[in-house]
């Protein structure tokens, strides 16, 4: 690690054959916490190449404990976090939203390392039990449309660097890398990321594989639309930037997406939410991010009868009890 490290230092790029075999040793504990910590620092201080985060995506999916759900094309609605934004989980709503609209959902997610609640820490607080059996999750996605899939359970390779990320407490090239390394490959994502270069390298590698995607970055810095500015889309078609008049819908204020200060709070303001008692700005945000999820699943259907199927599963309370079934099975 020393050598590569110093040719780090000295401005060097990694191959995508090396960036993986370090990964690889990275997940075998062969470095030591200081030179884990310095590794992942230099991706902050410099941006990250396509090679480098193919490599390291090559190198966790080939790690993962993957499990079969092609039957049922499932689409994951996931942010790479790290945006210092504090929302509410918006990509966690919007994934209940979607699945009570009928779609299959596989969402992928772990705890916060940036912000104050993750998916996970909110799945957990409504008492739901990660697994990682093939079978429990086909069952959970035939009774409620969706099934969680918590990273450490199929990323044993991410133990080894788990408490140094956690003692770093930033984004590090390991936000980046959540949301391209579910284990059931899903036909279908729905990506939002922190920066435009990130989204620009998540473009660059999609595009050369047989799925459905859509990439979201907001032009004021969110991983997820946010409504709060116009935002750019990728789409294997192009990119677009798509301003939330263009939408039919009015710009709101930072602090009506807030997500309070603790897990707590963020399950009061979920909860709230799916009982279809948010705000209006609470609402159009996870029904505007369901809307287009919809639509990467099926291109053919117009944003407007997604956003209607969107506000039948949350206002008829479709979403709601989608997650009382997860959680209940």
């Known amino acids: 690690m020393k050598a590569i490290l110093n040719r780090l230092y000295n401005h060097e790029r990694l191959s995508k054959s090396e960036a993986k075999q370090i990964l690889k040793d990275i997940a075998a504990e062969k470095y030591n916490d200081a030179h884990l910590a310095s590794f992942m620092t230099v991706f902050m201080m410099r941006p990250i190449t ?29 942010g790479t976090g790290g945006d210092g934004k504090d929302t509410f989980n918006i990509s966690t709503l919007t994934s209940f939203i979607v699945a009570g609209t009928g779609q299959k959902v596989a969402k992928h997610g772990n705890y916060s390392v940036s912000s104050q609640s993750g998916s996970s820490d909110m799945l957990e ?31 044993p390779a991410m133990k080894a660097v788990g408490p140094t990320r956690k003692a770093l407490a930033l984004k590090t090239f390991f936000n980046m890398l959540g949301p391209l390394v579910n ?24 595009q050369e594989e047989d799925i459905n995607y ?42 009506e997406i807030f997500g309070g200060n603790s897990v ?66």
């Open 50 to 78: 396509a090679d480098e985060l193919s490599g390291f995506r090559d190198a966790l999916k080939e790690l993962s404990i993957k499990v079969d759900l092609s039957d049922y094309n499932t689409i994951d609605i996931v």
């Open 125 to 155: 607080s409504f008492g739901y039990n990660f697994t990682n059996d093939e079978s429990v999750l086909k069952e959970h996605l035939e009774k409620a449309n969706i099934c969680f899939l918590h990273a450490p359970k199929f990323h």
């Open 264 to 329: 707590t709070d963020a399950a009061k303001i979920f909860k709230s939410i799916l009982e279809g008692k948010g705000t209006e700005a609470q609402n159009n945000v996870v029904l505007t991010n369901a809307a287009f999820a919809l639509t990467i699943v099926d291109e053919t259907k117009p944003f407007e009868v997604a956003f209607n199927e969107a506000k039948d599963s949350l206002f008829g309370l479709k979403a709601k009890q989608t997650l009382e079934k997860l959680v209940s099975l």
């Open 183 to 206: 284990p059931s490959s899903p036909k279908n994502h729905m990506l939002g990321t922190f920066n435009l270069e990130v989204a620009r390298l998540y473009n660059y590698i999609l």
């Open 214 to 255: 859509g990439i979201i970055h907001a032009l004021d810095g969110y991983d997820e639309i946010s409504l709060t500015s116009g935002f750019k889309f990728f789409t294997k078609n192009g990119e677009q930037i798509i301003n939330p008049e263009d939408l039919g819908q009015k710009r709101i204020q930072q602090s």
